[in-house]
């Protein structure tokens, strides 16, 4: 996904309207009119959030059925958890070299000799 | 909670309802001793990374209020990171966060070291972005990172074409 593509991603799910369409279209198809019933603002406002959401590529709108139902387009929702789990796993290297300064506090404790320095007086306050 | 399995991998959890970040790990260590690795300068470079960066320590100050700063760099590129410690306690750590390539976007990370027992800390760390744009586009950083670091599997499911 280019750089472009992402960022119109996070700008269409920064509004909690669209956040909340793209919620509810996770359980099913839904027409522009029945997107718009819970909320108290016009068809024509949430049809200006679906084209938000329609560039970004988050949702398409079929062409050919008379009310046109939005779909959600799930291979993005895979995609955000591609980079969440990306994330995850920089912390999770991130926690093993901890890992390492941990086991090594914990010798320089036991009087084990480890060969580098370190601070021994506690925290730096 | 303390019945749980251990945790030995990191987890994450992005909230859907508030700009929220919360990342759990457990390590063999004593509160204490987490702790330390988060408030002594000197250990704290040696772990926060991201891998293959080297951290420097600009400005340290580990008390409630105090400041923090530090760079990290890598082939002439280097990028700084400050905050402020607001609680400073062997049992929770409260602080603000900013990238400085994002001066605006201010970040408060709450850690709290959970002692389950046996020699094992739970770690939950918690970080309340300025906005779900912000907070999206942080959790994005680790795609960067990810390119960076050359995951190649994951890279090629992304150009498997499917998005």
């Known amino acids: 996904m280019s750089e472009q593509r992402l960022s119109r991603v996070f700008a269409a799910l920064a509004d909690p309207t669209r956040r909340d369409m793209v919620a509810r279209l996770a359980a099913g198809d839904a027409s522009v009119g029945e997107l718009a019933a819970p909320y108290d603002v ?15 590529g988050l949702v398409s709108r079929s062409r050919d059925a008379q009310r ?8 993005v929702f895979d995609l955000m958890t591609k980079w969440i789990e990306r994330y995850r796993q920089a912390a999770e290297e991130r926690y093993q070299r901890l890992d390492a300064v941990l086991a090594q506090m914990q010798q320089e404790a036991d009087g084990e000799p480890t060969g580098r320095h370190t601070t021994q007086e506690g925290t730096a306050s | 909670m303390t019945t749980q399995a251990h945790r030995t991998e990191a987890t994450i959890e992005a909230d859907p309802t508030v700009p929220i970040i919360r990342i759990t790990r457990d390590f063999a260590a004593t509160p204490e001793q ?5 408030t002594d300068p000197e250990l704290f470079a040696r772990w926060v990374g991201p891998d293959g960066m080297e951290t420097t320590i600009d400005q340290w100050d580990a008390t409630d209020g105090g400041r923090w ?4 760099g890598r082939d002439g ?15 929770r750590l409260v602080q603000t966060f900013t990238f400085e390539g994002m001066p605006d976007d201010v970040a408060l990370e709450t850690l709290t070291f959970e002692d389950l027992g046996g020699g094992i800390t739970r770690l939950h ?11 999206d586009q942080w959790l994005a950083s680790g795609m960067e990172t990810g390119v960076n670091e050359g995951y190649a599997k994951l890279d090629a499911l992304v150009a498997s074409g499917r998005v």
């Open chain 1, 42 to 56: 016009s068809v024509q406002a949430v049809s200006k959030h679906l084209r938000v959401l329609e560039e970004a």
């Open chain 1, 68 to 75: 046109r139902p939005v779909h959600l387009e799930a291979e």
């Open chain 2, 34 to 38: 987490l702790f330390r690795a988060h």
């Open chain 2, 69 to 72: 700063r530090y760079v990290a």
């Open chain 2, 77 to 91: 590129e280097s990028y700084g990171f400050r905050g402020c410690f607001h609680t400073v306690r062997p049992d």
């Open chain 2, 125 to 135: 760390a918690q970080s309340l972005c300025e906005s779900f744009e912000g907070r």
